[in-house]
């Protein structure tokens, strides 16, 4: 298994900037890519970043501009730094990874979640 553990969420004013850590930890043998997704209430949890093994990025073109992911390969972490932050921006940022974990003798591969962690844009 794998657990992932998000922090740096928080309230902040318009135009300000919050940057998210997830931290991935457990039996893992590799992980292919990681990833941040938000969702707000009563919606789906939509992609906002992800990176790759290799370190390529995707990010959503309408956080393109001002959201950058990055990530810490030694420590299995990845990183949001969101910028000039909007009220559309609030919602629950979740960390996804894509990882092959050792089971007993052998090893399985699956999708993990974060607990999530809080954004808030409000003045």
């Known amino acids: 298994q794998v657990r992932l553990v998000e922090s740096g969420g928080g309230l902040v004013q318009p135009g300000g900037s919050l940057r998210l850590s997830c931290t991935a930890s457990g039996n893992i043998f590799t992980i292919a890519y990681m990833g941040w997704y938000r969702q707000t209430p009563g919606s789906q949890r939509d992609l906002v970043a992800l990176?790759?093994?290799?370190?390529?990025?995707t990010i959503v073109d309408s956080v393109k501009d001002r959201f950058t992911i990055s990530r810490d390969s030694t420590n299995n972490a990845i990183y949001l730094q969101m910028n000039n932050l909007k009220p559309e921006d609030t919602a629950v940022y979740y960390c996804?990874?894509?990882?092959?974990?050792?089971?007993?003798?052998?090893?399985?591969?699956?999708?993990?979640w974060g607990q999530g962690t809080q954004v808030t844009v409000s003045s």
């Open positions: 996804k990874a894509d990882a092959a974990y050792y089971s007993g003798s052998t090893r399985d591969a699956g999708e993990f």
């Open positions: 990176i790759r093994s290799s370190g390529d990025a």
